[in-house]
T-cell receptor, first 114, second 112 residues
Framework: DGGITQSPKYLFRKEGQNVTLSCEQNLNHDAMYWYRQDPGQGLRLIYYSQIVNDFQKGDIAEGYSVSREKKESFPLTVTSAQKNPTAFYLC?????????????FGPGTRLTVT | DQQVKQNSPSLSVQEGRISILNCDYTNSMFDYFLWYKKYPAEGPTFLISISSIKDKNEDGRFTVFLNKSAKHLSLHIVPSQPGDSAVYFCAAQAVGNTPLVFGKGTRLSVIA
């Protein structure tokens, strides 16, 4: 089955610890994205990568880091510098279809930091 | 500054009636628009899209209308079903492989 997997579904961490969220896709998509969703805030872009070994900051990149060493994988690290890390994190990927780039989302990871 | 706005946080509709979800945008460089549906604790799923060269796109019960001069689009669901109850996100994309810009979503409740 082609798709995007995120693991784990639920993650709990103590304040001050870094944590890495996994995102893998087998859709052969070039671009991958990380969003966070907070109540009433919609989806806000954290980082995105259009090709391997390259990535760009989104609207709310502070306190996060990413890597893109393989086409299939785009892990997100939530560092201790992120002031409000508790949120629902969504990974997405896209590939060109004509001139449009519809994004497909994974199931999400709910991170709770206490 | 929000480039994509969904001004109605919630909407309730009776089963069988039409649901109309609205979305406004400010960036005239947007040329492709999408609607996503999201259930709690799940990732959004793509629903329907429209290119800026069209003013209407239909897929079964779902129709999206685009009014470029007003920078406004709407999603019509007819007839509405209880399974349509979810949060609907409007998204827009500028020319080129740029990330989607999402609105804050509208929670649709279809009442049986």
């Amino acid at each position: 089955d082609g798709g995007i997997t995120q693991s784990p579904k639920y993650l709990f961490r103590k304040e001050g610890q870094n944590v890495t969220l996994s995102c893998e896709q087998n859709l052969n998509h070039d671009a991958m994205y990380w969003y966070r969703q907070d109540p009433g805030q919609g989806l806000r872009l954290i980082y995105y990568s259009q090709i391997v070994n390259d990535f760009q900051k989104g609207d709310i990149a502070e306190g996060y880091s990413v890597s893109r060493e393989k086409k299939e994988s785009f892990p997100l690290t939530v560092t201790s510098a992120q002031k409000n890390p508790t949120a629902f994190y969504l990974c997405a990927s896209s590939s060109s279809r004509g001139n449009t780039y519809e994004q497909y989302f994974g199931p999400g990871t709910r991170l709770t930091v206490t | 500054d929000q480039q994509v706005k969904q001004n109605s946080p919630s909407l309730s509709v009776q089963e069988g009636r039409i649901s109309i979800l609205n979305c406004d945008y400010t960036n005239s460089m947007f040329d492709y628009f999408l609607w996503y549906k999201k259930y709690p604790a799940e990732g959004p799923t793509f629903l329907i899209s429209i290119s800026s060269i069209k003013d209407k796109n239909e897929d079964g019960r779902f129709t999206v209308f685009l009014n470029k001069s007003a920078k406004h689009l709407s999603l019509h669901i007819v007839p509405s079903q209880p399974g349509d109850s979810a949060v609907y996100f409007c998204a827009a994309q500028a020319v080129g492989n740029t990330p989607l810009v999402f609105g804050k979503g509208t929670r649709l409740s279809v009442i049986a």
